[in-house]
């Protein structure tokens, strides 16, 4: 069973920065690709950034030019520097993983979320 723990989040004042980190466990030959996604209070899950296994990286339009995603494979774990932030970043943010399991299966798998909250 593979498993992803996120932490990292909490209140921040607008214009501060937090660091999220999402680790994976369990039987993992390897992480084809990783994601941060966000889901604010009544709205649906959005993509915030994404990272392959060779580091190439994508970013929603919110994100771009403040956030940056990268990860640790020795580690099995992943980064996201959130700088700037406003309170519209205010969520729970949830990571995201398509692994390649020690019984060769792929699996798509969710964290179960670290809340951030943007406000003075």
């Known amino acids: 069973q593979v498993q992803l723990v996120e932490s990292g989040g909490g209140l921040v004042q607008p214009g501060g920065s937090l660091r999220l980190s999402c680790a994976a466990s369990?039987?993992?030959?390897?992480?084809?690709?990783m994601g941060w996604y966000r889901q604010a209070p009544g709205k649906q899950r959005d993509l915030v950034a994404t990272i392959t296994s060779s580091s190439r990286t994508n970013y929603a339009d919110p994100a771009k030019g403040r956030f940056t995603i990268s990860g640790d494979n020795a580690k099995n774990t992943m980064y996201l520097q959130m700088n700037s932030l406003n309170p519209e970043d205010t969520a729970v943010y949830y990571c995201n993983a398509v692994v390649t399991t020690g019984q060769y299966r792929r699996l798509a798998v969710w964290g179960q979320g670290t809340l951030v909250t943007v406000s003075s």
């Open positions: 369990g039987s993992i030959l390897s992480m084809d690709a």
